[in-house]
């Protein structure tokens, strides 16, 4: 197994195979560098959402990507940008303006 060739049997080791590149991932320690370009799915798994939730993200501004060929690229700092405390309170106002919108609603219906 290769957890037993690696060493730790407590860590989980994924094996990571792209065109001319073999890369051993501990999934504990994943690094994201600021200049890397990361697709959706490296995208998802880096921040353990699904992809309904990452279309949100980025339909809402709140994580920039761009589309190259019918898929979505986004840049490291992007996803680093997420834990910066200015986007906390972005989604907090957010959340703030529907819910405010939503007991409106309320209002008017009962």
């Given at each position: 197994?290769?957890?037993?060739?690696?060493?730790s049997?407590d860590t989980?080791?994924?094996?990571l195979?792209l065109?001319?590149?073999?890369?051993i991932?501990?999934?504990m320690?994943?690094?994201?560098?600021a200049?890397?370009?990361?697709?959706t799915?490296?995208?998802?798994?880096l921040?353990?959402?699904?992809?309904?939730?990452?279309?949100?993200?980025v339909?809402?501004?709140i994580?920039?990507a761009s589309?190259?060929?019918?898929?979505?690229?986004?840049?490291?700092?992007?996803?680093l940008?997420?834990f910066?405390?200015?986007?906390?309170?972005?989604?907090?106002?957010?959340y703030?303006?529907?819910?405010?919108k939503?007991?409106?609603?309320l209002k008017?219906?009962?």
């Amino acid at each position: 197994m290769l957890n037993d060739q690696l060493g730790s049997n407590d860590t989980i080791w994924h094996l990571l195979t792209l065109p001319g590149l073999c890369i051993i991932l501990n999934c504990m320690e994943i690094e994201v560098r600021a200049n890397s370009i990361y697709t959706t799915q490296e995208t998802l798994s880096l921040l353990k959402i699904s992809k309904s939730t990452f279309l949100r993200l980025v339909k809402k501004g709140i994580l920039s990507a761009s589309k190259i060929g019918g898929q979505y690229r986004i840049l490291g700092r992007e996803i680093l940008e997420l834990f910066n405390p200015r986007v906390r309170q972005t989604a907090i106002k957010a959340y703030d303006k529907v819910s405010a919108k939503v007991k409106d609603r309320l209002k008017e219906v009962g």
